[in-house]
């Protein structure tokens, strides 16, 4: 079980690597059908799928980099053992509110955010009937 989530760390890795790239590779272009998210990425890019199930690929460095580094970071998280742990436990806790304030922000320093938080506010009675 262990490896399995390790390799779904290793994939978010290389996700958040990529997402460092402009613009966004698994964004497309073609609007015509309203999808916007190319799900061929994942499939072309990130597994390397084979056309075949005979034909054997080769080894996706960038999904085994991740890999190594989620191993890693597991390791240095039991490693020390349960006070390394809960001082983990102290920022993994913390981090997705610091994170959520900081979008929150941002979000609120945009232009039009005062047209979106009043639309998300006003009550259209209209509407429910």
Do not use: M, Q
């Not at 290389?14 to 613009?23: A, C, G, I, R, T």
């Amino acid at each position: 079980i262990t490896v399995y989530y390790n390799l779904l760390l290793a994939y978010s890795l290389v996700y958040l690597w990529d997402s460092f790239k402009h613009p966004l590779p698994w964004i497309t272009e073609d609007s015509g059908n309203g999808k916007i998210w190319d799900v061929s990425y994942f499939y072309d890019k990130i597994l390397h799928l084979t056309p075949d199930i005979s034909e054997i690929g080769t080894i996706n460095t960038r999904v085994l980099i991740g890999n190594v580094v989620a191993f890693v970071v597991v390791y240095i998280c039991i490693a020390k053992g349960i006070k390394t742990s809960g001082k983990i436990a102290y920022v993994t806790v913390l981090a997705p509110y610091v994170l959520s304030a900081g979008l929150l922000l941002r979000g609120l320093f945009l232009e039009g955010s005062g047209n979106g938080i009043s639309y998300l506010f006003t009550i259209d009675l209209s509407k429910l009937t």
